[in-house]
């Protein structure tokens, strides 16, 4: 380790340890709910038990963040309905006072927040290793896992990582950031033992292949990838932060690296703004990141080149794609290409279908057929519009995205757009995403 980084993780130390008033509170809400949770389950028969989970049981977390997960262990007797039943009594009569909410992954679970912290009560089946019923099966396994195989200091070394994650953009597992998840960075750590040296292992990063880009395969089930929930853009940008670090060691890396603002670009930024109903934020966001696929890959396919194309969201009923192109308008004629003239009927067809409408057919000189033809559309707020008025069923938006588009999808652009995001926080939020450096340093 250079002076430079031991003395940078020196002054980060501090930042990531939870000091003794911070555990002390954490420990009693943590206690406290266990409580309630263990009392509200021994009303049902159906419970085998209740384990505490989350960063705080692997004493990971860091200070101001802390996830206090209880896990109510059900009999893998029980079906699914059942299942899901008894997890959400227990979770709404433990935190009842508080407020308890549905939230959704591939089970529902409830969140409150209890004095301050958010705890969430989440149900898993009481199964063996390899014998999953449920995607939180794994977490009670994960808990014990880290307790057994990371000590004091490898713990130091996760928060860290975790710290570092956060300031370059790259943590949260959500579909929103396809980040890494605190468990895989408790994963890392056991790999590379260091802070320093997981750093090490981004900084050389090569793809593993072009189907699995990043892999990191979870210790208690070699059969999951961790690293398939990983967007390939956020592996990049942790690649990027890594080298930076390593070359030029600062402590900024731990208390926020932002991209610089390109405020310029506004004005040729484009919005379709809209409403819709209330969905749980993992589907929301899902819908979103594929709706705003479809849509980039009709306009790309229209002729319109786009820098970059993403999704925004108030994370209820308000949300939109922010879609930033390299040109707005394009020429009023565009060129064709056919088959290759050894293609009989595919080549008559073609020749048949434009001679009269083409302005001109012709051979190129690799033997393919080629035409200039008028373009549909030469503007993109025009294509847009378009879009909205009756092509939004046939480009591959979601069912769901598709139908508020139809209702009221609005295309929002200039000074309309600018006193939109005026207006909301979270559309500003994701102009200013689209139109910063991602890279994170």
Not at 74 to 87: H, L, M, R, Y
Not at 378 to 400: A, N, P
Not at 404 to 418: D, F, I
Request: neutral net charge.
């Amino acid at each position: 380790m250079t002076a430079a980084i031991e003395n940078v993780l020196a002054q980060a130390t501090p930042l990531v340890v939870p000091g003794p008033v911070a555990r002390k509170a954490t420990v009693r809400v943590a206690e406290k709910v266990m409580s309630r949770v263990k009392e509200a389950a021994g009303a049902h028969g159906e419970v085998a038990g209740v384990f505490l989970g989350g960063s705080f049981a692997k004493d990971t977390w860091l200070p101001g963040d802390v996830d206090i997960d209880v896990f109510v262990k059900i009999s893998p007797s029980v079906d699914e309905a059942k299942f899901e039943e008894v997890g959400l009594a227990v979770g709404r009569d433990a935190l009842r006072g508080y407020k308890p909410g549905k939230k959704y992954a591939q089970h529902p679970y409830t969140e409150a927040t209890v004095d301050g912290f958010k705890v969430n009560v989440v149900p898993c089946y009481d199964v063996k290793p390899g014998e999953w019923r449920s995607a939180a099966d794994r977490s009670v396994h994960h808990v014990t896992f880290v307790r057994e195989n990371l000590d004091e200091e490898a713990r130091v070394q996760v928060r860290l990582l975790k710290r570092f994650m956060k300031a370059v953009g790259v943590y949260g597992a959500e579909i929103e950031m396809g980040g890494f998840s605190g468990y895989a960075t408790e994963v890392l750590i056991h790999e590379y033992e260091t802070f320093e040296s997981t750093l090490g292992s981004f900084a050389v990063f090569v793809p593993d292949s072009k189907e699995e880009y990043f892999t990191l395969f979870d210790p208690i089930d070699d059969e999951r990838d961790l690293g398939k929930a990983m967007a390939r853009e956020t592996v990049a940008r942790m690649v990027l932060a890594s080298r930076a670090f390593l070359e030029t060691p600062s402590i900024a890396f731990f208390k926020g690296v932002r991209g610089r603002a390109r405020p310029k670009l506004q004005k040729m930024a484009y919005v379709i703004a809209f409403e819709h109903e209330e969905l749980s934020e993992d589907t929301l966001w899902g819908e979103l990141k594929r709706s705003a696929r479809q849509v980039a890959k009709h306009l790309r396919e229209e002729g319109f080149e786009l820098a970059r194309v993403e999704a925004a969201t108030d994370r209820r009923r308000s949300s939109a794609i922010v879609i930033l192109p390299v040109v707005e308008t394009l020429p009023r004629l565009e060129e064709r290409l056919g088959p290759g003239v050894e293609i009989l009927e595919g080549a008559k067809s073609f020749v048949a279908k434009n001679r009269d409408s083409a302005e001109l057919v012709w051979v190129g000189e690799d033997g393919r057929l080629r035409l200039l033809a008028e373009r549909r559309f030469t503007s993109l707020e025009s294509l847009l519009e378009e879009v909205l008025r009756s092509r939004v069923g046939s480009i591959g938006v979601s069912k769901e995205v598709g139908e508020a588009l139809k209702k009221n999808g609005r295309v929002l652009r200039g000074e309309r757009l600018a006193r939109e995001a005026g207006r909301k926080a979270w559309l500003k939020e994701g102009l200013a995403k689209t139109l910063s450096d991602s890279v994170g340093v």
